[in-house]
């Protein structure tokens, strides 16, 4: 008989750009794009190491400490970079992570198959702007 528990981990990582802020230019977007997924890379290792094989459903929740309240919606486009910064399957060059873990992640895509994003939450904080996402899934245990 399999027992199920729920696991989550906790990353505080920088705030995303707004997509108000990203730049209109393809290179200044990939650049900013790339400097932005690299911070989020290191903090997130830093905190918690990834797995080769990770769960393979996700629920994402994230609450966004900052300046000024964003728009409701800019915030769910706000976590793309940070997503798709934590996941397994990358697509192209990854010059952003340096070799460091390229075959790992924190979760396997962002498609809804292997991710469920939550409506954002925020919350102002000028002393400390920040992002906690909170990812969890259930994980099987079989009794002895």
């Known amino acids: 008989m399999a027992r199920v528990s729920i696991r989550q981990i906790d990353l505080t990582l920088p705030v995303p750009p707004s997509p108000n802020e990203w730049p209109k230019h393809p290179m200044q977007l990939a650049r900013k794009k790339n400097h932005y997924r690299r911070q989020v ?3 997130a290792i830093q905190q918690h190491k ?3 094989e990770p769960p393979h459903k996700v629920v994402a929740s994230a609450t966004f400490y900052v300046w000024n309240k964003r728009d409701e919606d ?8 940070t997503l798709d910064a ?5 697509t192209g060059k990854m010059h952003w992570r340096e070799g460091v873990a390229d075959m790992k992640g924190y979760i396997i895509d962002d498609d809804p198959e292997h991710l469920t994003v939550v ?3 925020q919350e102002i ?9 909170i ?5 099987e ?3 002895a």
Do not use: C
Not at 74 to 81: E, H, I, V
Not at 135 to 139: I, T
């Open 125 to 133: 904080d000028r002393e400390d702007p920040r992002l906690v996402l």
């Open 119 to 121: 409506k954002p939450s």
């Open 50 to 52: 990834p797995w080769m």
């Open 86 to 90: 934590l996941k397994r399957d990358q």
């Open 135 to 139: 990812l969890r899934w259930n994980e």
């Open 141 to 143: 245990k079989r009794a």
């Open 74 to 81: 800019n915030l769910t486009a706000s976590l793309k970079w």
């Open 41 to 43: 890379w290191i903090e």
